[in-house]
């Protein structure tokens, strides 16, 4: 008896420990300049340290040792590996039982491709809150929601003045369901407006879909104010509201 009251305590213990809001370690992952830009911009500042996965993949089964884990772009070396996709049961109770306890998980532009290859979600789309992520047709112009202004005073970023963030091709989140639209992209299409920016709850924690990434925007040589309005969503979506 007492070997097992031994183990079901350490058992706990660990668990206690792997806490997600307890960490102060964020899992970044993507190309090297994408990493690079949100782990200076973003995670340096805020006194969080990083492990980044370049070229490899963020298994599934490793992310409650991760207060967050984001996909900065798409990282095409890392593409395909089963352990890191959420599309088998296992996976998709895994990464639930990880946002129940508190965690985050941010996609930026195509880095969502490193999840769900296939552009459709299937049984993760419970998890982002939406059903796949086609091209954006013509897009125009961003918009911010008045959720998306909320949540931002919420967690102390002010909104920002300009939204040039549409780079080149732009995934939209397409079939929302249980997330809250953020952003919308403005166009021509008889669809318009398209889902720029989302962001769904489950249990305690939160996954977000960003269109943009900080390496498109600085590559691109987008103005600081864009820059910097489009870090305050990533700031934003590591605070607990």
């Known amino acids: ?11 706990l213990a660990l668990g206690a420990q ?4 307890d960490s102060k370690i964020v899992a970044v992952a993507g190309p090297t300049h994408a990493v690079s830009e949100v782990t200076t911009r973003i995670l340096a500042p805020a006194g969080l340290t990083t ?3 370049i070229g490899i993949p963020i298994p599934v089964a490793d992310y409650p040792k991760y207060r967050a884990v984001i996909f900065a772009e798409r990282d095409e070396p890392a593409l395909n590996e089963p352990g890191a996709i959420w599309t088998t049961p296992e996976a998709v109770e895994q990464v639930r039982a990880y946002l129940r306890a508190g965690g985050i998980v941010i996609f930026c532009n195509y880095g969502i491709s490193n999840v769900f290859p296939q552009r459709e979600l299937g049984l993760g789309a419970e ?9 954006a047709v013509d897009p125009r112009t961003i918009s911010l929601t008045s959720d998306c202004a909320k ?5 102390r970023q002010s909104v920002p003045d300009t939204f040039d963030w549409i780079v080149g091709s732009c995934p939209i989140a397409k079939g929302v369901s249980s997330a809250v639209e953020l952003a919308v992209v403005l166009t021509n299409s008889p669809e318009s407006p398209q889902a720029f ?4 709850e489950v249990g305690d924690g939160r996954v977000y879909f960003f269109a943009a990434s ?3 925007l600085v590559r691109e040589r987008r103005g600081s104010d864009s820059i910097d309005g489009f870090g305050t969503l990533l700031r934003a979506a590591l605070q607990s509201p």
């Open 1 to 11: 008896m007492m070997t097992r009251a031994f183990f079901l305590l350490t058992a």
């Open 18 to 21: 792997a806490s997600p809001p």
């Open 51 to 53: 492990e980044n996965y």
């Open 127 to 135: 998890l982002a809150g939406f059903a796949s992520y086609p091209d």
């Open 151 to 155: 949540w931002l005073r919420q967690a």
């Open 197 to 200: 920016a989302t962001k769904n």
């Open 214 to 216: 900080l390496n498109r």
